[in-house]
Nanobody
């Protein structure tokens, strides 16, 4: 099994910045894609940003140019640097990783709240 633990959420004013971190632990031999999704209660969970092991990134159009995803495989950690935050970025942010234990599976963190408000 794989456990993902997120940190770095909180409250910030519009235009501000936050950095989210997510570290993977447990019994696995490889991780491919790591990234972030977000969900507002009552809405579908949506992709924010992902990064593969070769550094290929994928961003939601709504965050391009403002958010940057990165990863440190030695630390089994993925980051999301969020800048120029807008009220519509308010959401619960979930870390996601595709990892190989007995098979390839997708794992989720518990979520961290990000609130952008003046």
């Amino acid at each position: 099994q794989v456990q993902l633990v997120e940190s770095g959420g909180g409250a910030v004013q519009p235009g501000g910045s936050l950095r989210l971190s997510c570290t993977a632990s447990g019994r696995f031999s490889a991780i491919s894609v790591m990234g972030w999704h977000r969900q507002v209660p009552g809405n579908r969970r949506e992709l924010v940003a992902t990064m593969t092991t070769d550094g290929t990134t994928n961003y939601a159009n709504s965050v391009k140019g403002r958010f940057t995803v990165s990863r440190d495989d030695a630390k089994r950690t993925v980051y999301l640097q969020m800048s120029a935050l807008k009220p519509e970025d308010t959401s619960v942010y979930y870390c996601n990783a595709r990892a190989f234990s007995d098979d390839w599976n997708s794992y989720w963190g518990q979520g961290t709240q990000v609130t952008v408000s003046s």
